[in-house]
């Protein structure tokens, strides 16, 4: 499985999990990003609740960034009998198969645990057990693949860097780019002014498509370009089109 593996846990001190009575802290802070098991592509699929296509899609994104630190936040503590974890805000357009990522922090001992904490979260009963933490913990870990033994030549092995699929649109002055698979866009202007001032408007305004916010900043790659970016469960509300209306105003 493709995990973030945390290995500065010194914020979990504010956390006192250690007068959670009866409990015992996991022996690794991990955060399963997208889970194998060890299946053919077309199991692993549907054990994660994916299509095929979306599936090698994760697994070529999260290959590109393997080995890279990763910064993210925890605000919501969940205090169960059985299990205490917490639910994470990975950074904006990561690529996750989870719409809610978690990361366990103590289980009852001898492994008999609620593995199931997915199906938990998705339930009425999960609120009763939430706590806001009194400030949000920030964490770092690293983009990894563990493999329980070496994986077979199997089209996992195979698995051809992808070449991820774009849905463009061109302006009268700019041309977007969305990324297929993850929530984000990159926005190109003919002008760099005119991306200078679409920029400005947007850190004063927090412009909206369809109700959803947007988080707009400098593109790191290009000087007249802006990275767009958006919650992951609206995926597919927002298309290249939404944003060339947007940004094609801006001008």
């Known amino acids: 499985f493709w995990k973030i593996a945390v290995q500065d846990t010194t914020v979990l001190q504010a956390l006192q999990l250690e007068e959670s009575t009866g409990l015992e802290l996991v022996p690794e802070f991990k955060i399963t990003l997208l889970f194998l098991g060890g299946h053919h592509v077309r199991k692993a699929a549907e054990a994660s609740r994916l299509d095929t296509k979306e599936l090698l899609r994760l697994f070529s994104s999260l290959r590109s960034l393997r080995g890279r630190a990763i910064q993210f936040k925890a605000r919501f503590l969940y205090r169960h009998p059985e299990v205490h974890f917490i639910t994470v805000s990975l950074p904006k357009g990561f690529p996750c198969a989870r719409l809610d990522p978690y990361m366990k922090l103590c289980t009852v001992p001898g492994g008999a645990q609620m593995r199931k904490v997915r199906e938990f979260l998705s339930s009425g009963n999960a609120e009763k057990f939430k706590t806001r933490l009194p400030r949000p913990l920030t964490f770092r870990g690293t983009a990894e693949l563990e493999m329980g033994q070496p994986m077979p030549l199997t089209a996992w092995q195979q698995c051809p860097r992808i070449k991820i699929s774009a849905d463009e649109a061109h302006g009268t002055r700019i041309h977007v780019k969305k990324n297929s698979s993850l929530a984000c ?9 005119l ?9 004063g305004a927090w412009p909206e498509i369809k109700g959803i916010q947007l988080d707009v900043k400098q593109d790191h790659k290009q000087a007249d370009a802006l990275f767009v970016a958006w919650a992951k469960r609206c995926l597919r509300q927002i298309t290249a089109a939404d944003l060339q209306v947007l940004f094609d105003k801006l001008c």
Request: aromatic share 12%; charged share 10%.
């Open 185 to 193: 866009a990159v926005v190109s202007f003919s002008d760099p002014r």
């Open 195 to 203: 991306c200078n001032s679409a920029l400005a408007y947007c850190q």
